[in-house]
């Protein structure tokens, strides 16, 4: 078992927590480059290598299978290791794959597979990275300053959302998109750098034992992650919700850029400053999370903005051929903007409520767990998007996604969580 640094007051405020600030500053500079890249791999395989709609579909697909196959193992992991060195160690392996694309380009070798290898060792090493960032924050943070904590960290996010597209639009535009990656790793290098700096020692973690004194195995500590998961009844609604959402979102997210640029006519300069302005959104959820939880409370804030999500894409599914590129920029920026605002508001609040309720041995499978029920939906959705898309059309598999989406609100609407006012103790889990 972890020990929990003492937890400060309620008028503490993490602007003057020292590690919080390293660990803030190391996500805020590895989002902004995670941005450029997310937007410059998918030009790199429609534009330069001429992939087909399945294709593209298919990184989506290899980015997230590794929730799936190592997902579960990595929450054992995390909770038997220390969490600072799965950390480094994640973000240098992350900026060495990327750096292999442009390496690759420049020798005239780069191939579709190579896009696909890549982002198999990225999403591998991003699984046990983001377990033990969220079991991180909170052995840095006091419980009452979760919400506050997961709100800064979504500001960098959105905050990067906003300015790095449009960044990564032009340096496509200025000097190609197997370079724009560059900048990707290296900022997975710099966060490494800030992580490396932050002073609090972790104390060696405990291995878990079974009734007789021996230590409990791999199989046993995966088992009891998942029974904690699907017995708890806050966290059984989460999963469902945030699972379904995420395989009807990548069903129409895996094919939007291909939609947008091959049917629609737009391009990466034009697509950028759209996700840029339309990523305002996720800037306002982030810094107003916390104060409309306080409103409104957790559990109905939960709800409602799961509930506003779904129908954003649904007029730019029914746009007309034909619309102009400034009106298309338009549709794409304020679905954008509805789509990260409620997304943001969302996840801050159903995260914290997460890392809050539950013991500190169990952050890390916890973690694992949810991950790879939520995010184990997403190679499904990427699978079924260049499927649909292939078969019935990309305009009418984003409509079916957005229908579903509309949906997913039902699972913690139905449950206990919509009576949460308050963020719950450990000791209510």
Same mark, same amino acid.
Request: proline residues 5%; contains cysteine; glycine residues 12%.
């Given at each position: 078992m972890r020990v929990p640094i003492p937890e400060p007051g309620p008028s503490s405020s993490l602007a003057r927590h020292p590690d919080f600030l390293r660990l803030w500053s190391a996500e805020t500079v590895s989002q902004l480059g995670s941005q450029v890249s997310a937007l410059a791999l998918p030009f790199v395989a429609i534009d330069i290598l001429r992939a087909t709609t399945f294709e593209v579909a298919l990184l989506n697909v290899v980015d997230f299978l590794p929730f799936l196959l190592v997902g579960l193992p990595a929450g054992v992991w995390v909770d038997r290791l220390r969490l600072r060195p799965i950390l480094i160690a994640g973000d240098l392996g992350r900026a060495a794959a990327l750096a292999s694309i442009p390496l690759a380009f420049a020798l005239g070798v780069l191939t579709v597979l190579q896009l696909y290898v890549v982002g198999f060792v990225v999403g591998v090493l991003t699984v046990f990275f983001d377990v033990a960032y969220q079991s991180y924050l909170p052995s840095l943070v006091g419980r009452d300053q979760l919400v506050e904590g997961n709100s800064k960290l979504e500001v960098?996010?959105?905050?990067?959302?906003?300015?790095?597209?449009? *960044?990564?639009?032009?340096?496509?535009?200025?000097?190609? !998109? #197997?370079?724009?990656?560059?900048?990707?790793?290296?900022?997975?290098?710099?966060? =490494?750098?800030? *992580?490396?700096?932050? +002073?609090?020692?972790?104390?060696?973690?405990?291995?878990?034992?079974? $009734?007789?004194?021996?230590?409990?195995?791999?199989?046993?500590?995966?088992?009891?992650?998942?029974?904690?998961?699907? +017995?708890?009844?806050?966290?059984?609604?989460?999963?469902?919700?945030?699972?379904?959402?995420?395989?009807?979102?990548?069903?129409?997210?895996?094919?939007?850029?291909?939609?947008?640029?091959?049917?629609? %006519?737009?391009? =990466?300069?034009?697509?950028?400053? @759209?996700?840029?302005?339309?990523?305002?959104? =996720?800037?306002?959820? !982030?810094?107003?999370?916390? !104060?409309?939880?306080?409103?409104?409370?957790?559990? $109905?804030?939960?709800?409602?903005?799961?509930?506003?999500? %779904?129908?954003?894409?649904? $007029?730019?599914?029914?746009? #007309? !051929?034909?619309?102009?590129?400034?009106?298309?920029?338009?549709?794409?920026?304020? @679905?954008?903007? *509805?789509?990260?605002?409620?997304?943001?508001?969302?996840?801050?609040?159903? *995260?914290?409520?997460?890392?809050?309720?539950?013991?500190?041995?169990?952050?890390?499978?916890?973690n694992a767990t949810m991950r790879w029920i939520v995010w184990g939906t997403i190679p499904i959705g990427g699978l079924l998007g260049g499927l649909l898309g292939t078969a019935i059309g990309l305009r009418t598999t984003i409509l079916l996604a957005a229908i579903g989406e509309s949906l997913v609100f039902l699972p913690v609407l139905l449950s206990e969580v919509r009576s949460i006012r308050e963020m719950p103790a450990a000791a209510e889990a």
């Open positions: 960098s996010r959105s905050g990067a959302q906003v300015v790095g597209p449009g *960044v990564a639009g032009i340096l496509i535009d200025r000097i190609g !998109a #197997p370079f724009a990656v560059v900048v990707d790793a290296v900022s997975f290098v710099a966060s =490494a750098a800030f *992580v490396l700096t932050i +002073r609090r020692r972790e104390p060696p973690p405990e291995r878990g034992t079974d $009734p007789t004194g021996n230590r409990t195995g791999m199989r046993a500590e995966i088992g009891e992650g998942l029974r904690y998961v699907l +017995r708890h009844r806050y966290l059984r609604a989460i999963a469902a919700c945030t699972g379904t959402a995420n395989l009807f979102g990548t069903i129409g997210g895996s094919i939007l850029l291909v939609y947008v640029v091959r049917e629609l %006519g737009m391009e =990466a300069a034009s697509v950028g400053i @759209a996700f840029s302005i339309g990523s305002l959104g =996720a800037l306002l959820g !982030a810094l107003s999370a916390n !104060a409309i939880a306080r409103r409104l409370g957790v559990g $109905p804030t939960i709800v409602v903005f799961s509930a506003i999500s %779904g129908p954003a894409l649904m $007029p730019l599914a029914l746009v #007309p !051929a034909g619309t102009s590129i400034a009106a298309l920029v338009a549709l794409l920026a304020v @679905a954008g903007f *509805v789509l990260g605002l409620a997304t943001v508001v969302y996840n801050v609040n159903q *995260v914290s409520l997460r890392q809050a309720i539950t013991p500190e041995r169990m952050q890390g499978r916890m």
